[in-house]
């Protein structure tokens, strides 16, 4: 079994078990959980090497896309480069599973964040994931929407005047059923780490909205946070990446959506300040929306 204590005791006794086996006497090096979902996320040493294991609770939906991803061979285009991890070990049924440890330091919220240059490196990441694959959308523009439509019946703190707005908008706008490609899901810097010891080397971690959309909905969280702080990320981005994807009523309506699930989200997570950027997203894609 590992070792007791800080980290491990916040597995189950199934994950505890597996990881025992699979790194017997590994030891917690940090916890790096959000504490926001039931995931566990730790650093372990193991061997004179490290690793990262991954346990999600019962509920946890994310854990099946994160396992999916690493086992449909899509990630290899990153991890074969040392730009994403490679999973070492898997057990769904007990929803844990052990990758290898990146080097480098998250962007989110450093300089690297808002850096020009690492935003032009993460554009070309993405764009050789999204080149691999693409297929018909077949209804899932108009699914996202209905998504949409669930998070404003559920608890939100929205005034009801502007959930008015947000669902006739909705209804104006969609769908529009674009070709699907691998997305990450969550592309910010807050899943990118940058390697000073690699010339500032882009990195991908957390794979656990991973999933075939639209292209530009890999843009949607840089839009509305680091692009808006220093719109020349923007343009190094879309340099690295090589073109621009978005049609302007398909980008307005992904970052529609995106501001309902943000306020929804954090409204019933009890994170505050990201509820106060899901209504300023709001804001803007309304605004927006009245100005056309």
Known sequence: ?????????????????????????????????????????????HDGDEFVVKAAGPDGHHFARELDAHLGGLLSVWADGGNAPVMRHHDRDARVLVTQWLPGELAYRTPWGVDPAVHRRAGA????????????????????????????????????????????????????????????GDWQPRNWLVDPAASDEVRVIDFGRFAFRPAASDFVRLAVQEWRENPACEAAFLDGYGDDPRHPDHWLLMRMREAIGTACWAHQVGDEAFEAQGHRMIADALAEFDAR
């Open 125 to 184: 990441l993405l764009r050789v994931l999204h080149a691999q694959a693409a297929r018909p959308s077949d209804g899932v523009d108009a699914a996202a929407s209905a998504r949409s439509l669930v998070w404003l019946d559920s608890p939100h703190a929205i005034v009801p005047d502007v959930e008015a707005r947000l669902r006739a908008a909705l209804a104006a706008l969609g769908p529009w059923e674009a070709d699907l490609v691998p997305t990450h």
């Open 1 to 45: 079994m590992p070792s007791a204590g800080p980290g491990f005791d916040r597995l189950s006794a199934a994950q505890r078990a597996l990881v025992g086996e699979w790194m017997p006497a590994a030891e917690v090096v940090a916890d790096l959980s959000w504490n926001l979902v039931d995931t566990v996320v730790l650093r372990v040493r």
